[in-house]
């Protein structure tokens, strides 16, 4: 096989498109993101060569800097997001709900105990 030939099956149409797929699917963890933000805050290079060098569009890494100042700026300023989802808090919600029912009847049955133990004595 010489070099022409596998040129030609590396850019077959098959191969091109698994080829922009797999850089399409490429994702950034949120480690990753900070990482590449804090190397822009820094200054010692442009936001363009960060964005050349890590393969993403300016537009996405001005996105992730906006996110990572508002996180930021919230946390500053003492507004902390819950760690629970709103579902999480509904079901504890009702788990506690239900807890102080339980104790309620717990009460109620302890009194009827306590009076009849009283009018035996």
């Known amino acids: 096989m010489n070099v022409m030939e596998t ?3 590396k850019q077959t149409p098959e191969n091109f498109v698994k080829d922009v797929r797999r850089k399409a699917r490429r994702l950034f963890t949120s480690e990753q993101k900070i990482l590449i933000v ?3 805050i820094r200054g010692e290079t442009s936001v363009a060569e960060i964005c050349r060098k890590y393969g993403i569009h300016q537009t996405q890494f001005y996105k992730w ?3 990572f100042l508002e996180a930021g700026k919230k946390r500053l300023a003492g507004d902390t997001t819950r760690e629970a989802t709103s ?3 509904a079901d504890l919600r009702k788990e506690n709900q239900r807890l102080k029912e339980m104790v309620a009847d717990l009460m109620l049955r302890y009194d009827i105990v306590k009076k009849s133990l009283s009018i035996l004595e």
């Open 7 to 9: 040129k030609s099956k």
């Open 38 to 40: 804090m190397e822009a």
């Open 65 to 67: 800097n906006k996110q």
């Open 87 to 89: 579902d999480e808090v």
